[in-house]
């Protein structure tokens, strides 16, 4: 499309002028922002649990729902049985079947992204505040499948890794995760951790099968990227304590990743604890913290400390103008005028400190500064008081400040229960 056709506001293929300048002053509004939030850990970690957990008490009187699609199939039993089947929490089931009860994987795909595409357009009108993918690498896996049957002829064989389009599977995988980011609402993906097996020889010559972990399993490249279109990453772990009969497991999340407050990087929660009795089976105590409100307090929290540090720096005051001199306008008619009285004075220098630095080969281009240079000693007499001492006061006050706000994060971000200690070694 031309500029002659924008500018007269026919439209072919583009935007009309009108379609322009309505969103260039939509623009100036104030956009709500939502997190895009990715969750990882081992098979077991309490993930699923975290993001349907996520709707605030307030969010849910006020009729707020969340939408999940349940592509691992793990979320319905923990809100059959973990949650009571609340009816704010919607999960749907995206795998289509033909009539032998085989995936069409097609069809699977196109389900998710069309579920997507109507949470975008009406997400707001359903006031839809979370929507979950469960399990974002295994939805890489069916974009893989996806791309085999309409690509390669609809088979599946093993043998057809040589020559297989992985660009076809790209496209489809961050279509949908950037129809996600598109959506009105808050973002939560899952995925398992991401694991390479391989044979090595032991010291007796028997090949071992070994695995590795490393990260998270969704997708990574080196054009293209799960973890940069991720707001917020956090980690899952599990920890697993035995003495004597009671065995006792910690979930915990750590975070990895926060866009926009840096300070919220590395903090650790404590998720869900519980103790079991191995001789009976019981469970002693299961006892769940949960994640997501954690986060957003601490967040808002930190963005309030951000704002009353803002609004107590004040600016300089007017009445510092006269003990410091002439402002800088002022001056320049000064120095004006007094070059008019005397040609022979050296035009003043914009450079308020003299450079001491006799070596200086850019030292010779500028004329010698005549003008007075205000020192502390100065302002010490005016205002007759000691800077030195002041200055120390209030950086002693702003340490021990910053030292009581430490502890008290230090304090809540994990729960200090009496057998909380341990933790602080797998840590």
Known sequence: MGLEEVMSGEKKDGFTADEIAKEW?????????????????????????????????????EGGKIAVI????????????CLGSPVHVRIIDPLITDEEDDVTWVAT?????????????NGKKENIKWVILDGLDTFLKWCEFKMKVEFHGGEMAENMEIGLDWGKRNQMYYKVVRLLKSIPANIIVTAHM????????????????RTEISGANWHKGKQQDTADELFEIIRMRKHVRKSGIFKTKKYTAEVEKWKGNARMENRKFLVLETKTNTETNENEKI????????????????????????????????????????????SKELKTKDRKKSDNTPTPSPVIAENDDDDDEDSDDFPEDTSETVSEASIEN?????????????????QDEDEEKNDEEKGNEIDTSDDEEWLDDVF
Not at 41 to 49: D, I
Not at 287 to 303: A, F, P, Q, T, V
Not at 386 to 397: A, G, I
């Open 109 to 121: 795909y196109n389900k998710v992204s069309s579920f997507l595409s109507w949470f975008k357009r």
């Open 382 to 398: 005016a205002l007759d008081v000691d800077l030195s001492e002041e200055l120390d006061e209030e950086s002693e006050q702003e």
């Open 70 to 81: 349940d592509v691992d199939d793990s979320c319905q039993k923990i809100w059959e049985e």
């Open 194 to 209: 991401a694991s390479n097996s391989y044979y090595e020889k032991d010291t007796n010559g028997n090949k071992v099968l």
């Open 287 to 330: 006892e769940w913290h949960g994640l997501i409100h954690k986060l957003r307090e601490y967040n808002e929290k930190d963005k309030q400390s951000d704002r009353e540090k803002s609004e107590k720096s004040e600016p300089v005051k007017d009445d510092m103008d006269d003990l410091l001199g002439p402002s800088q306008s002022d």
């Open 25 to 61: 002053r939509d623009s100036a509004e104030k956009k709500e922002s939502y997190m895009m939030m990715g969750i990882y850990g081992p098979e077991g970690t309490a993930k699923s649990g975290v993001a349907l957990d996520a709707l605030t008490s307030e969010e849910i009187q």
